[in-house]
């Protein structure tokens, strides 16, 4: 260890000559940030197509909601990033950001009185925390499953998919959820300096988790852990240790996500979050993460998540019939996919 | 067992040694890996471990850097008993390792691959790439690597990558370091920069232990050799008291002088026959160049060679699975298009893949399934596939082959290593082929099935077709009227029956002995010739 410190002290002093060729370099290393970028010149033409076919798309209130009902789909996408870089994938995001909320709501709402009747176990204000930790125990049970019983990582995430539905639909009733107390709905619902909370936290989020896989050991563990789990280990990464951690992030993400949906619309549906894993999952690929792991970034991925909100807003303000929407989803996520296959020069195999 | 003198060369006034291994055993389960085996590396030293496969030398290396503990024994570093196993920093300070196995990340740049996790000082202090970038180029100019920090590791050729590995290895403060077979996968003037690289690590006082199975490289970089046979310590001497000749025999054991190749009842094959099987030419981009063989009617030839000299490429091309960039595989006087399984499955080749759990079997199938694989054709009309067909073709193989299963239907997961091997020959046989090529047919199979299946492969030729057995096994070659060393993409001996078995290991390792006769003429050293040190 000593060594290479050593090395480093004389070395500060060489420094300065060397500089013209550190900037060099520096020029080549922003072209390998541009890789992540591959998507803003395919959101500038969304922008452009946007204000063409419509003078409403390019005002506050439609670009701030097309934001707002991004920050749901985005927190999964920030979490699916996170596993699939790591080189592992969790399907049952999309149930945990439904059944989470309904197990909080379901402990604190009272036994009588409403429509749905709960436990009331804890006081109302439990319910924020509650679903943050079933989103950890769902988390920690999958990382249980897939690291300590060696299970197969997707089908135990699509089993956990079906049960966590089966799950929710048990305990609503497969009905909604309306009676939800304030501080369970605030996140989603408040507005602060003119935009919703709910862009502000996931702003936040994207900006930390971004941060932490650029410029922490940790973060950038998850790149070596999924470009080779051996050679990690080698390195001295504590392999399985951080991919439980990542897993339970990945849960934690989608239930807050839950919250801030909950929050959004009011009520918990029976069917939240159901069929998003798609979506996420592409958003992911096209924002440039690589589904075999260790490449790709935070920053790509909402891209990814923009790109798709935008077509979708632009489609609807250019009158498409919602009845397409499906199909032209699906073929821009396969357009998607072949732009930046050839903007990349790299085989996603 | 008294030591020799070089391995203790640490008398009063010589520094410690950096490294000291004695009295180690391992044994898994009830293999023993290692029996009271002993190294010592001198500071500076260039040591040589050599040995035959299973001979122990990755169980000691995963014992000396710490990644196993041995059952017995003590180790010593630089006089030091050794850290706490499990403590990997403690280990790599004094041991630094470039594996078998690349540990290099492709997606990440060299700089980050140098200082995987140790980018930063802290867990949460955040990594400066500028000076991250910085000190990777100081620690590669330090070693003399040049290689751009900033590139992305897999844009390296294997080459860079392994010098990459290098100096990351010694980046932990280690003034000794073991090279598992680090030339297996460099080309001969990828070796001599090595080389020279090691050389210039030497001078700074670096220790070495390499291992390798090429002789010739012993010769050229290393100082002092150990040999273990069996699992156990044979012999350290200094390289130049050691012949090859005495090199070999201390490999491959008491044995190598008086054990000359068995003779068989077989009559050899009539030098009239005509030929099965004539390689043209054969060029196979970074296999081999210009490769000509033949194997005539009746005969049985065997293509030897160690891990990096091409010949499996070269046996596996004659199945299809190589396209060539020139030259010309002929089969019973029909041209093969090379890199067309199909066409040299019409042509009459049947191939015996050299790993039966990658290319050979599916695991989870039928022994009659995967026997009757390659000739489901013939398996019922209309490319119908009938199961009774199936089975009663199936039975037919296992009688023929003698294959030890509960039944036709058994899953071959479900049998031992010899009688999955045959399952693999019966279906190479199954189409009932001109030219049987078969790559280390008795690879990790117990010595009743390695008779056996030598036995049925001679019987092969026999009949009157050809066989080539592409092996580096000597008792897989004893069985063969005549045998060609390849060697760096090249044939460089070839034996009649009657030879010893150091004649043939001395070829594969690229050491030419006299005994080698006629054919060391045409033996090039290519890029491990001594460089002028």
Redesign the interface.
Not at chain 2, 123 to 127: F, G, T
């Given at each position: 260890m000593s060594a290479t410190t050593d090395l480093t002290e004389p070395a500060a002093s060489k420094a300065e000559p060397a500089a013209a060729e550190t900037g060099r370099r520096g020029s080549r290393i922003d072209l390998g940030h541009f890789r992540d970028l591959s998507l803003i010149p395919a959101i500038l033409v969304l922008m452009l197509i946007g204000f063409i076919v419509s003078p409403a798309f390019l005002t506050a209130d439609n670009l701030i909601g097309v934001l707002q009902q991004s920050t749901e789909l985005s927190l999964l996408v920030l979490a699916t990033a996170l596993i699939l870089i790591c080189g592992r994938m969790d399907l049952s995001l999309e149930s945990t950001i439904g059944v989470a909320p309904v197990i909080a709501v379901w402990l604190v709402l009272p036994t009588s009185g409403a429509r749905f009747t709960g436990l009331g176990l804890f006081p109302e204000w439990m319910a924020f925390p509650l679903c943050l930790l079933v989103g950890v125990v769902i988390g920690a049970v999958n990382g249980f499953l897939i690291l300590k019983l060696r299970l197969n990582g997707f089908i135990v995430t699509l089993g956990m998919l079906t049960m966590l539905r089966g799950l929710q639909v048990a305990l609503s009733e497969g009905q909604s959820i309306v009676e939800l107390p304030s501080s369970f709905t605030y996140l989603g619902k408040a507005s602060w300096l003119g935009m919703p909370a709910a862009i502000w936290v996931c702003a936040v989020l994207f900006a930390i988790g971004g941060s932490a896989l650029a410029w922490l050991r940790h973060g950038r563990a998850l790149y070596a852990i999924g470009g080779n789990a051996e050679a990690a280990r080698t390195a001295g990464i504590r392999v399985d240790r951080t991919v439980w951690i990542v897993l339970i992030l990945g849960s934690l993400l989608a239930a807050f996500a839950g919250i801030l949906y909950s929050g959004h619309y009011g009520s918990i549906s029976a069917t939240q979050g159901s069929g998003w894993i798609f979506q996420v999952f592409a958003a992911t690929v096209i924002g440039g993460v690589s589904l075999n792991g260790g490449k790709g970034s935070i920053f790509g991925a909402l891209t990814g998540v923009l790109t798709l909100q935008l077509v979708v807003n632009v489609m609807t303000l250019a009158g498409v019939p919602p009845l397409w929407n499906q199909f032209l989803n699906g073929a821009i996520i396969i357009v998607a996919l072949i732009i930046s296959r050839f903007a990349s020069g790299e085989k996603q195999e | 067992m008294a030591d020799t003198a070089t391995a203790r060369a640490t008398g009063p006034g010589h520094p410690a040694p950096v490294a000291e291994a004695t009295g180690i055993s391992k044994r898994f389960g009830a293999t023993v890996a290692l029996r009271d085996a002993r190294v010592t590396i001198a500071p500076g030293e260039s040591h040589a471990l050599v040995g035959r496969n299973g001979a122990g030398k990755s169980t000691l290396v995963s014992i000396l850097t710490g990644l196993q503990q041995p059952d017995t024994g003590s180790l010593r570093f630089s006089g030091e008993p050794a850290p706490a196993f499990g403590d990997?920093?403690a280990w790599r300070?004094r041991v630094a390792c470039v594996?078998q196995?690349?540990?290099?990340?492709?997606?990440?740049t060299v700089a980050?691959n140098l200082f995987?996790?140790?980018?930063?000082a802290g867990?949460?202090?955040?990594?400066r790439?500028?000076q991250l970038?910085?000190?990777a180029?100081?620690?590669l100019a330090?070693y003399g690597v040049a290689v751009?920090?900033?590139a992305?590791a897999r844009d390296l050729t294997v080459e860079q990558r392994q010098f990459v590995e290098i100096a990351r290895a010694l980046?932990?403060?280690a003034r000794f370091i073991i090279l598992d077979e680090p030339t297996a996968k460099l080309d001969a003037r990828g070796i001599g920069r090595l080389f020279d690289k090691l050389r210039d690590l030497q001078d700074q006082g670096v220790a070495f232990l390499f291992i390798s199975h090429h002789l010739q490289e012993v010769y050229d970089l290393c100082s002092t050799v150990t040999v273990y046979r069996d699992a156990r310590h044979i012999l350290t001497a200094p390289v130049a008291e050691l012949g090859h000749q005495a090199l070999v025999e201390a490999m491959t054991g008491e044995s190598a002088a008086t054990n000359t190749a068995a003779t068989s009842t077989a009559p050899a094959a009539r030098a009239d026959s005509p030929e099965l099987l004539t390689i043209d030419g054969l060029t196979l981009p970074g296999v081999c160049e210009n490769l000509s063989l033949s194997v005539r009617k009746g005969e049985l030839v065997g293509l030897a060679g160690a891990a990096a000299s091409g010949n499996v490429q070269v046996g596996e091309a004659i199945a299809g699975l190589h396209r060539a960039k020139d030259g010309g595989i002929t089969v019973g006087g029909r041209v093969v298009r090379t890199g067309s399984v199909p066409s040299a499955l019409a042509a009459g080749v049947g191939l015996v893949p050299e790993d039966r759990h990658v290319q050979g079997l599916v695991n989870n199938r039928s022994v009659a399934e995967n026997a009757t694989l390659t000739v489901t054709d013939q398996l019922g009309p209309f490319g119908t596939v009938l199961p009774a067909r199936t089975r009663t073709f199936a039975r037919r193989m296992i009688r023929d082959l003698d294959i030890k299963t509960p039944g036709a239907a058994t899953p071959v997961s479900a049998l031992s290593g010899g009688n999955q091997q045959k399952v693999v020959v019966a279906r190479a046989l199954a189409t009932d082929p001109h030219v049987l090529v078969a790559i280390r047919p008795t690879n990790g199979v117990d010595v009743k099935s390695k008779e056996f299946l030598l036995g049925r492969i001679r019987q092969v030729a026999d009949g009157g077709k050809a066989a080539l057995i592409v092996s580096d096994e000597l008792d897989d070659l004893r069985v063969c009227d005549r045998v060609v060393v390849m060697f760096h993409g090249r044939v460089v001996a070839e034996f009649e029956r009657g030879w010893r078995d150091e004649q043939v290991v001395a070829a594969m390792e690229g050491v030419a002995t006299p005994a080698a006769g006629a054919a060391s003429a045409s033996f090039t050293a290519s890029g491990t010739e001594a460089h002028g040190r």
């Open positions: - | 990997i920093d300070s594996y196995r690349s540990t290099i990340i492709g997606e990440l980050e995987l996790n140790r980018q930063s867990a949460v202090q955040p990594i790439w500028k970038r910085q000190r180029e100081e620690l330090e751009d920090p900033a992305r980046s932990f403060g």
